[in-house]
T-cell receptor, first 113, second 114 residues
């Protein structure tokens, strides 16, 4: 089945710096890659997603890139702010498993003022 | 529009006890699922349903049962609780299959098994 690995597990940056979180997946036929943000004590919420026919997608300070050959995708946050502090999860849908969303272990991002 | 509602918010069980975690959504979503969240392990899929009367297993289904008698409700049953089931449980739903629409999560149920 699909295996999603996420790095780093923790990330600490200064306000205004950029943050990058990387995920690798095992199933080369996977075609949908969302990112969820979970603030402390809250529910996870979708922040951005990308499909396999697109190499990059941006939404204001957030961008996701996909490298299908290397089977990895990354979340980029620019001009980080304290409210970006949260746990971020990447996910993928395995081939043939259209209703199974498999998550990575999460990255705890801390943005220091 | 309440979204996805989970009850209870907190629960403490003794080993061997049974209980049902409730999940209801009022968005007319076809897809519903249960995840457990453990430190360092992310969100792991327990069971999911693509519509009333249809359920299937996720990554970690052992020790859990589900049913989907209505579109709105998707309860998770622990038949004989074990300390390894101590976790935060999230119910999530989406309008259609999970790759075509985002997952909406409930607020979670924190379960402790002693």
């Amino acid at each position: 089945g699909e295996n999603v690995e996420q790095h780093p597990s923790t990330l600490s940056v200064q306000e205004g710096d950029s943050a990058v979180i990387k995920c690798t997946y095992s199933d080369s036929a996977s075609n949908y890659f969302p990112w969820y943000k979970q603030e402390l004590g809250k529910r996870p919420q979708l922040i951005i997603d990308i499909r396999s026919n697109v190499g990059e997608k941006k939404d204001q300070r957030i961008a996701v890139t996909l490298n299908k050959t290397a089977k990895h995708f990354s979340l980029h946050i620019t001009e980080t702010q304290p409210e970006d502090s949260a746990v971020y999860f990447c996910a993928a849908i395995p081939s043939g498993g259209y209703n199974k969303l498999i998550f990575g272990a999460g990255t705890r991002l801390a943005v220091h003022p | 529009n309440a979204g996805v509602t989970q009850t209870p918010k907190f629960q403490v069980l003794k080993t061997g006890q049974s209980m049902t975690l409730q999940c209801a959504q009022d968005m007319n979503h076809e897809y519903m699922s249960w995840y457990r969240q453990d430190p360092g392990m992310g969100l792991r899929l327990i069971h999911y349903s693509v519509g009333a009367g249809i359920t299937d297993q996720g990554e970690v289904p052992n020790g859990y049962n589900v049913s989907r008698s209505t579109t709105e409700d998707f309860p998770l049953r622990l038949l004989s609780a074990a300390p390894s089931q101590t976790s935060v449980y999230f119910c999530a739903s989406s309008y259609v299959r999970v790759g075509n629409s985002p997952l909406h999560f409930g607020n979670g149920t924190r379960l402790t098994v002693t």
